[in-house]
């Protein structure tokens, strides 16, 4: 009996100890799981979380602990880890960070009402490459950007062109700081393509492009010679038709490119209108019709494309002056303000364009000046432009021309669309671009030789204008 008894009461501690044993796991487990779902909760985001994104291709955010992708193609995962916040508050304010990815800076603005430890984003590639915030290239405005440096131009050299005249061969003439062939426009509003040539070609097949205009119209028809060069395979299917070489002194030129059944051409005019010689007087003296179209212009009828300018010539010292020198008729005005007789020969101009041009048939554009970079001087007072082997930089503002005023009021007037090649502004930068002593050769050289800073060198700032002409031509087919 006191042996049964005895283990009896040992049955029972034992069973009292496991039943409070395991009363407890179950009390410190419950606690320890409400603490932990607690806890966990503020990694995800609830409906009141608030997540904002300024970033452009798309991001997505998920949760560390949500590896789950969008099966959209080959996303880029960046995990960016914070530290939980020190106040007790529950909440958290992320500022702006930056990171690095592939050499691109990315932006993001990240803001999260909850307590964030970790976020993982997801980075998805847009629509061809292109961000959102780009435009169309045919909504784009090209002539806002910037110049930058490239490495991959110029896109021919002077060894691979044989259309650059002397005035314009800088290379060839002995200059050795070539940065300026570098220099690529990069519009800041869309993404253009580059200039290709080929393309080019293929959309002047059995096609006339004509330049009409000055030398600086000269300067970039042989741009555009160049350039369309650099696709021939056999350099003996372009030729000039009368078989003329390149000079300042004969104006007019057709270039065939035989594979493509296509002229490239150029005419010279100063002024698109008339110059002529009137008896004043006794004397007989220069004048300038400003009712009449060049001699010329009958030779312009039938192109396909038309790329006009004038400008440079206007700020001649007969032309500031017009004293004498403006005619209409037989009239020869004793004094004529150069602003007026401007906007008389653009309307004589575009009066010659709505009655001898089938829109259908020819696409017009217009050119609108260079600038030149004469400093200490004009060109003909000790003026130079030698010191400079940059562009300006960003901080400095283009000044806006009344020639191109003028223009503007005259093209809304037309009948015939005519398309505005603007590149004043941008080439306003380019003051490191133009000739300077290097227009001629070196043993041409006189020790006061006059410098050029209104032309520009090749390859350079022209090839910018005809990549212009290219996209509108590419996108307005």
Request: proline share 5%.
């Amino acid at each position: 009996m006191e042996r049964q008894r005895s283990f009896s009461v040992k049955s029972t501690r034992v069973l009292a100890f496991i039943i409070t044993t395991i009363s407890s796991a179950i009390v410190f487990f419950t606690f320890f799981s409400s603490s932990l779902i607690k806890s966990n909760s503020s990694l995800y985001p609830t409906p009141d979380s608030n997540f904002q994104i300024d970033l452009s291709p798309i991001a997505a955010i998920s949760a560390v602990s949500d590896s789950s992708v969008s099966p959209q193609a080959s996303p880029i995962l960046i995990s960016t880890h914070f530290n939980s916040p020190e106040n007790t508050s529950g909440s958290s304010k992320i500022s702006v960070f930056e990171q690095k990815i592939r050499g691109e800076s990315l932006v993001k603005e990240v803001r999260e009402t909850a307590n964030l430890t970790s976020i993982k984003v997801i980075e998805l590639p847009s629509n061809n490459g292109e961000e959102k915030t780009k435009k169309r290239i045919e909504e784009c405005d090209v002539t806002k950007g910037k110049w930058v440096y490239d490495s991959d131009y110029p896109l021919y050299t002077n060894a691979s062109c044989p259309f650059i005249d002397e005035g314009f061969g800088c290379q060839s003439n002995g200059r050795l700081d070539l940065n300026y062939m570098n220099w690529r426009w990069e519009p800041q509003d869309c993404d253009a393509p580059r200039f290709n040539a080929t393309k080019m070609l293929e959309m002047i097949r059995g096609k006339r492009l004509v330049f009409v205009g000055d030398s600086i119209n000269r300067n970039q028809w042989e741009s555009m010679l160049c350039l369309l060069f650099q696709a021939v395979k056999d350099p003996k299917r372009v030729y000039e038709t009368h078989n003329r070489r390149i000079t300042k002194e004969k104006g007019n030129y057709s270039f065939r490119f035989v594979d493509y059944k296509c002229t490239v051409e150029f005419y010279v005019t100063h002024f698109l209108v008339r110059e002529g010689r009137a008896r004043i007087g006794k004397k007989r003296r220069e004048t300038l019709r400003i009712d009449a179209m060049d001699r010329t212009s009958s030779r312009w009828k039938g192109a396909n494309i038309l790329v006009f300018n004038t400008a440079h010539w206007w700020s001649h010292y007969k032309t500031k002056s017009g004293v004498n020198y403006y005619q209409e008729g037989d009239q020869i005005h004793p004094k004529l303000d150069v602003s007026t007789a401007f906007k008389k020969a653009l309307q004589t101009w575009s009066s010659w364009v709505d009655k001898n041009v089938d829109p259908k048939k020819t696409r017009v554009f217009f050119r609108t000046a260079a600038p030149s970079h004469f400093s200490g001087g004009e060109w003909n007072s000790g003026g130079h432009c030698r010191e400079a082997n940059m562009p300006l930089n960003q901080t400095f503002k283009p000044s806006y021309s009344s020639k191109k005023s003028i223009v503007e009021e005259v093209l809304k007037q037309m009948r015939t669309p005519v398309t505005l090649l603007n590149v004043s502004g941008l080439s306003q930068y380019r003051i490191d671009a133009h000739p300077s002593i290097y227009g001629t050769k070196p043993e041409n050289r006189r020790s006061k030789a006059v410098q050029d800073c209104s032309h520009w060198c090749l390859p350079g700032v022209p090839d910018t204008w005809n990549h212009f002409l290219y996209l509108h031509l590419l996108h307005k087919r």
